[in-house]
């Protein structure tokens, strides 16, 4: 009985062994903090921090002082373990990182932060008039004037369609740009369907 028992214990050690790898493959690893968040926005061309918009401030091997979320505040200021208050709208992530390493130096030797922006909210474009749902809208990747009609409901049955504007303000100057939405939707004149910048606002009389 002793013999079998031992025979026992090892053929089930055996088994053991050969099924802990595939059970360790089929929970897998834990995911790293960047897997977890999920991939970050693609930034516009010109891309500068601006309030609203959520980052995260990574330290490598100090986790006291890393924020894996943190929101641009109306001021354009963040806020970070030990560092306080910093000044992060207006600037590139890379231009703030170098700030952040500056006042990081002072409390660990040779500071290395990224600087990832996870949601950007502060570039929006506005359309107002006869649209089902008028409102500010993100503006996280390229879009046109007939691209935010849409994302807006489209037109309301009373809209007219031939006179829509487009405002900007540009170098303090108010710029507009004539949109005909009926000569945009049959392939005529498509150059008025111009690429809008944040601040934008598209006027549907």
């Known amino acids: 009985m002793a013999i079998i028992s031992l025979v026992t214990r090892a053929a089930l050690l055996v088994v ?103 949601e950007i909210k502060s570039r929006k474009v506005f359309i107002t008039g006869n649209v089902l749902k008028p409102g500010a809208y993100p503006l996280s990747s390229d879009m046109t004037v007939l691209q ?15 006179n829509v504007v487009v405002m900007r303000k540009e170098d303090g100057r108010d710029q507009h740009f004539k949109f005909n939405y009926k000569d945009v939707i049959r392939q005529k004149n498509v150059q008025q369907n111009i690429v809008l910048r944040s601040g934008d606002t598209v006027i549907v009389p």
Request: aromatic fraction near 4%; proline fraction near 9%.
């Open 16 to 118: 053991i062994g050969l099924l802990a790898p595939q059970l360790v493959n089929a929970q897998g690893s834990a995911p790293s903090p960047a897997a977890a968040a999920g991939p970050a926005p693609v930034l516009p061309p010109g891309y500068v921090i601006g309030p609203d918009d959520v980052l995260s401030v990574i330290f490598w091997g100090e986790k006291e002082m890393t924020a894996e979320q943190v929101v641009v505040r109306p001021d354009g200021k963040i806020s970070l373990a030990l560092l306080n208050d910093i000044q992060a709208a207006g600037l590139t992530p890379d231009e703030l990182r170098v700030i952040i390493d500056k006042a990081a130096a002072k409390f660990i030797a040779e500071p290395h932060a990224s600087v990832v922006v996870k």
């Open 148 to 162: 935010l009609i849409a994302v807006a409901g489209g037109l309301l049955e009373y809209a007219d369609a031939k």
